[in-house]
């Protein structure tokens, strides 16, 4: 059973800064993608990042391009989202998804597995 548990959330003044992880486990992670999404009250899930195997392509929400950089740690089967420049418009629970294929995609109906989401505030 794959699980992703994500991390670091949390309450942050806006231009702040913090660092989502997600940590991957149930199955080899070979040959997949990892993103983040984020869903804000009322509002659908919208996609804000995601991330080939290799690493070697990476793809951003113009929302949030560059301010934010996703990376991962395959040997830790961990992906991170450095989150710089901090807006309250980013305050959000943001969710970690994988799909195996190694492509990115920005439809969540792409991604077959989920965290639970950690809390994202950004305060003005």
């Known amino acids: 059973q794959v699980q992703l548990v994500e991390s670091g959330g949390g309450l942050v003044q806006a231009g702040g800064s913090l660092r989502l992880a997600c940590a991957a486990s149930?199955?080899?992670?070979?040959?997949?993608?990892m993103a983040w999404f984020r869903q804000a009250p009322g509002k659908e899930r919208e996609f804000v990042s995601a991330?080939?195997?290799?690493?070697?392509?990476?793809t951003y929400a113009d929302s949030v391009k560059g301010r934010f950089t996703i990376s991962r740690d395959n040997a830790k089967n961990t992906v991170y989202l450095q989150m710089n420049s901090l807006k309250p418009e980013d305050t959000a629970v943001y969710y970690c998804?994988?799909?195996?294929?190694?492509?990115?995609?920005?439809?969540?109906?792409?991604?077959?597995?989920w965290g639970q989401g950690t809390q994202v505030t950004v305060s003005s």
């Open positions: 149930g199955r080899t992670f070979s040959s997949s993608a």
């Open positions: 998804a994988v799909r195996f294929y190694d492509y990115n995609r920005i439809y969540s109906s792409d991604y077959d597995y």
């Open positions: 991330i080939t195997y290799s690493s070697a392509r990476t």
